[in-house]
């Protein structure tokens, strides 16, 4: 079995060698320097290891893997369009560097590209793991739109916007285990209690980020420090609080978020003293460690020898404990 960081530089060193040699060399420049910052990479290595519970040699799985990193990185250059981003894992976004239009287009020819690494599987497979995967791309879709509409909205419920971040970010967490194991051979109990692990997981890292976004050190983080913030963006700590406050509390943080003109940090300031003040940092906490304790249960369920399962828990394990 190979251990998680094992599986990332695999995933890592098979991306510096994937060649881009097509012109115009301006469309595929965002795409290698996109492709090419390294993180923990948690689509293509969790699809590589739910693959290597099944099998020992993981070469035949690296296309597909990839496959999925191509397509979340796409979905970023597209979000960074959107979200006026300018600095995604410490560097530039593709929109700052290059513009929207290079942004769009790149993104656009990366959305190509996953579908040409995922089909580098058996024939046999290729059907069933192109429904799932593109099923999933329709769902994401889905999500970025709630997303997009909940910013206009004040009403937002809690479920709600766990529907929208399930969409938008778990499914792919969740599609990236089952595509895996589907091309591993696994069976259909196994391939939906691996599905639900990454889907609880993917819940879990999600309110993580909106967590992070507010408490984390910036150097550590990779993205500016309280976007979410000065954006209004509805995240899971926002609604909370919103759904927490007085009437005297509602009403000063929507004066805030009314403002068109405003210091940043002042604004960053008092979201953060007032989401001190309800709570709301230890009632996300809490939800987090709920959801990394399902995904515990199902890799539980999983029928494989527990020696095999116990990577998986050592990667729950690491993201859980990602640095504020």
């Known amino acids: 079995m190979y251990t998680w960081e094992e599986l990332r530089d695999k995933v890592n ?35 590589l290891m739910a693959y290597n519970l099944y099998k020992e040699s993981v070469e035949d799985a690296l296309y597909p893997a990839v496959a999925m990193e191509t397509y979340h990185n796409y979905t970023l250059i597209h979000d960074d369009v959107m979200d006026r981003a300018d600095i995604r894992r410490g560097k530039p976004t593709v929109c700052a560097k290059w513009g929207d239009v290079p942004a769009i287009l790149s993104g656009d020819t990366m959305l190509v590209l996953a579908y040409e690494f995922l089909a580098h599987v058996p024939t046999e497979k290729l059907p069933s793991m192109l429904a799932l995967f593109t099923e999933t791309a ?76 507010v408490y984390a050190d910036q150097a550590l983080f990779g993205k500016k420090i309280g976007g979410d913030i000065c954006c209004n963006k509805k995240t899971f700590l926002l609604i909370t609080a919103l759904n927490k406050a007085s009437e005297e509390q509602f009403a000063e943080m929507k004066q805030w978020m009314a403002k068109k003109d405003f210091d940043e940090q002042e604004k960053i300031a008092f979201f953060t003293d007032m989401y001190n003040k309800l709570g709301v940092k230890e009632i996300c906490e809490k939800r987090i460690e709920s959801l990394f304790a399902m995904c515990d249960e199902y890799i539980d369920r999983i029928s494989v020898p527990e020696d095999k399962k116990a990577n998986l828990k050592l990667f729950a394990n690491s993201l859980l404990n990602r640095k504020l």
């Open 138 to 213: 329709k769902q994401i879709g889905d999500g970025q739109q709630y997303d997009i509409e909940f910013e206009t909205r004040d009403n937002v419920a809690e479920d709600e916007y766990l529907e929208m971040i399930r969409l938008k970010t778990s499914v792919l967490l969740a599609a990236s285990m089952k595509l895996g194991g589907m091309l591993a051979g696994a069976s259909e109990a196994d391939l939906e209690n691996l599905y639900q692990y990454g889907e609880k997981m993917g819940l879990a890292f999600q309110l993580q980020d909106d967590l992070l976004d």
């Open 13 to 47: 060193l098979f991306i510096d060698n994937l060649k881009f040699e097509r012109e115009p060399c301006e469309l595929y420049a965002p795409i290698r320097y996109t492709l090419e910052q390294s993180g923990k990479r948690v689509r293509p290595v969790l699809f």
